[in-house]
């Protein structure tokens, strides 16, 4: 299993910008796909974006209306790290972020390696 660590979530103000990170320490992040999923309370976890290994980024549709223009993934290969910037978060942004690696792109992984989820708080 391979192991991804995140960083970054916090509470924050409607309108306000936060950065997630989801790092590998043990092996190469670069020739994986990268997802970001998150968990509201009381739901199920949904995919929101996805990075491949040469930086082509999916927007799940169901949420593509709800992030497109304010959430962008990105990845840093030196620094073995893929990153979730979201900008003008939303109270129904809250929720536990979590990344996962999988050899592709995948809205419902069966085999991919998830980080340990951070929190996401967009409250005033």
């Known amino acids: 299993q391979l192991q991804l660590v995140q960083s970054g979530g916090g509470l924050v103000q409607p309108g306000g910008s936060l950065t997630l990170s989801c790092a590998a320490s043990?092996?190469?992040?670069?020739?994986?796909?990268v997802g970001w999923f998150r968990q509201a309370p009381g739901k199920e976890r949904e995919g929101v974006v996805c990075?491949?290994?040469?930086?082509?980024?999916?927007?799940?549709?169901s949420v593509k209306d709800s992030v497109k223009g304010r959430f962008t993934v990105s990845r840093d290969n030196a620094k073995n790290t893929v990153y979730l910037q979201m900008n003008s978060l939303k109270p129904e942004d809250t929720a536990v972020y979590y990344c996962v690696a999988d050899l592709y792109c995948d809205w419902s992984p069966q085999f991919g390696s998830w980080g340990q989820g951070t929190q996401v708080t967009v409250s005033s």
């Open positions: 990075i491949i290994s040469d930086g082509t980024t999916y927007v799940k549709d």
């Open positions: 043990e092996f190469s992040l670069d020739v994986y796909a």
